[in-house]
């Protein structure tokens, strides 16, 4: 059955909720998993994204969301020039068809050495799926929480992040682990449906091996989720 968003959209700024509420929700999960300060945002955009940006403002959406902006804020449509305010440099990449859906963009965010690579696309009604996250295929909505831990792969790192959550009465909806084998490292992608404090992240971070944590906020429907 569809939700209501899927017929009625979220309330936004721009025409078109896939092209703007989605593209912002995406820019949001980007910058989350950036989790710093950005110098540079490269926007690469596929399909429909690529031929009709100008018009949906989709550029300005994404880099909106990195900025930490919802739908529905009325800065969304200066967004490139608050960038440029800020001297962080928007670079924008024009492609044919994506693989993964028409709405689709591939994010690189960096700063200094700092790099992220986040390909998401916009369903429709401000709903989003994140593909991917640098090497890693994900599958990230925003329906729920979401605990990014990056770790050289070793016995224990599930175990202990769980012991963490439990700790903190945190219930996991769902969670998966993909490997890059090559350079021997993991990503553990946990969905809770509780939101997480300062102090359970903190916990986490200290687990003996543990790379990078990023807290990704669930998109709520003010925010322009279905």
């Known amino acids: 059955m569809d939700s209501v968003f899927d017929i009625l959209g979220p309330i936004m700024i721009g025409p078109s909720s896939s092209h703007t509420a989605g593209a912002v929700n995406i820019g949001r999960v980007a910058g989350q998993v950036f989790g710093g300060?950005?110098?540079?945002?490269?926007?690469?955009?596929?399909?429909?994204f690529a031929a009709t940006y100008r018009g949906h403002?989709?550029?300005?959406?994404l880099v909106a969301g990195v900025m930490g902006m919802t739908p529905h804020?009325?800065?969304?449509?200066?967004?490139?020039?608050?960038?440029e305010e800020r001297k962080i440099k928007v670079k924008i990449i024009l492609e044919g068809e994506?693989?993964?859906h028409p709405n689709t963009v591939k994010m690189v965010l960096s700063n200094g050495d700092a790099k992220s690579k986040i390909v998401g696309t916009s369903l429709g009604g401000g709903r989003i799926a994140v593909r991917e996250i640098d090497s890693f295929k994900v599958n990230i909505t925003g329906s729920y929480n979401v605990l990014l831990c990056s770790y050289k792969e070793?016995?224990?790192?599930?175990?202990g992040v769980s012991r963490v959550l439990a700790a903190n009465k945190i219930n996991i909806a769902f969670m998966t682990?993909?490997?890059?084998?090559?350079?021997s490292e993991a990503l553990m992608i946990l969905e809770t449906d509780e939101g997480l404090d300062q102090k359970t992240l903190g916990d986490i971070k200290s687990i003996d091996g543990m790379d990078?944590?990023?807290?990704?906020?669930?998109?709520?429907?003010?925010g322009g989720h279905a």
């Not at 990078?212 to 003010?222: A, K, L």
């Open 37 to 48: 300060d950005i110098s540079t945002i490269e926007l690469t955009l596929y399909g429909s």
């Open 57 to 61: 403002g989709t550029d300005r959406a």
């Open 73 to 83: 804020n009325p800065l969304v449509k200066d967004a490139l020039r608050m960038a």
């Open 98 to 100: 994506s693989p993964y």
């Open 154 to 159: 070793q016995v224990g790192m599930v175990a």
């Open 177 to 183: 682990v993909s490997r890059n084998v090559e350079r």
């Open 212 to 222: 990078v944590v990023r807290y990704i906020p669930q998109i709520s429907d003010e």
